[in-house]
């Protein structure tokens, strides 16, 4: 599977972006797919997943209420909506293919195919 990020950009705080992964190759359909980010310095953060084992999605504390993780099966896309964006939302976002446990979905270990990342900037 490969994937291939876009839509990031800068924005103003309050604002909203959406993020777009193609993947192409096959059995995508049968991979958990997420969105997680990471700053300088730090370790990739998890934000949202589009889990394939109970087809639930799951956020992080940090963004529910304001992202939304939806998948395309016909077109092999995930896409991040990001509304109500904040300063703390920049960082690069990368999307993820993988089959991670349930209990690890937020771990990226558990994601084997990662897209390039695309850098969000969001200015107060």
């Known amino acids: 599977v490969q994937l291939q990020a876009c839509g990031g950009g800068l924005v103003q705080a309050g604002g909203s972006l959406r993020l777009s992964c193609t993947a192409s190759g096959r059995a995508f359909s049968r991979y958990s797919v997420a969105w997680f980010r990471q700053t300088p310095g730090k370790e990739r953060e998890f934000v949202a997943a589009?889990?394939?084992?109970?087809?639930?999605?799951y956020y992080a504390d940090s963004v529910k209420g304001r992202f939304t993780i939806s998948r395309d099966s016909a077109k092999n896309t995930i896409d991040l909506q990001m509304n109500n964006l904040k300063p703390e939302d920049t960082a690069v976002y990368y999307c993820?293919?993988?089959?991670?446990?349930?209990?690890?979905?937020?771990?990226?270990?558990?994601?084997?195919?990662w897209g390039q990342g695309t850098l969000v900037t969001v200015s107060s």
């Open positions: 993820g293919a993988g089959r991670p446990i349930i209990s690890e979905i937020s771990n990226p270990m558990g994601y084997g195919y």
């Open positions: 589009d889990v394939i084992q109970n087809r639930h999605k």
